[in-house]
């Protein structure tokens, strides 16, 4: 059964960081696109981040224009899990953030592209 956990949300001060986590089940990250997506109160679901590996080595990762130079997304094979790590946050970056895989490779920040997701994280950024 595949399953995508997501974890790390929570309420932050602008300016600081959180790391979410999107651990996953039933099948392996390699082959699959992830993908990082968020969705703000009345808004439409975004892209955020992507990541693209294959035999355990990343070869694409790529972001939205807002969140260039302050998100990074990794991956850990060992534990079967996807990061990402939010630094210099925003009030604007206040969402839930979901994860999701594709079995198509290319996917990148269309949802339809995705076939698994996660249940979604909030984060809130409040002073």
Same mark, same amino acid.
């Given at each position: 059964?595949?399953?995508?956990?997501?974890?790390?949300?929570?309420?932050?001060?602008?300016?600081?960081?959180?790391?979410?986590?999107?651990?996953?089940?039933?099948?392996?990250?390699?082959?699959?696109?992830?993908?990082?997506?968020?969705?703000?109160?009345?808004?439409?679901?975004?892209?955020?981040?992507?990541?693209?590996?294959?035999?355990?080595? @990343? $070869? *694409?990762?790529?972001?939205?224009? /807002?969140?260039?130079?302050? %998100?990074?997304?990794?991956?850990? #094979?060992?534990?079967?899990?996807?990061?990402?790590?939010?630094?210099?946050?925003?009030?604007?970056?206040?969402? @839930? $953030? *979901?994860?999701?895989?594709?079995? /198509?490779?290319?996917?990148? %920040?269309?949802?339809?592209?995705? #076939?698994?997701?996660?249940?979604?994280?909030?984060?809130?950024?409040?002073?």
């Amino acid at each position: 059964q595949v399953q995508l956990v997501e974890s790390g949300g929570g309420l932050v001060q602008p300016g600081g960081s959180l790391r979410l986590s999107c651990a996953a089940s039933g099948f392996t990250l390699d082959y699959h696109a992830i993908g990082w997506f968020r969705q703000a109160p009345g808004k439409e679901r975004e892209g955020v981040s992507c990541i693209r590996s294959r035999y355990g080595r @990343v $070869y *694409y990762t790529d972001y939205t224009d /807002s969140v260039k130079g302050r %998100f990074t997304i990794s991956r850990d #094979d060992a534990k079967n899990t996807v990061y990402l790590q939010m630094n210099s946050l925003k009030p604007e970056d206040t969402a @839930v $953030y *979901y994860c999701a895989a594709a079995r /198509s490779f290319s996917a990148k %920040f269309s949802s339809w592209e995705y #076939d698994y997701w996660g249940q979604g994280t909030q984060v809130t950024v409040s002073s």
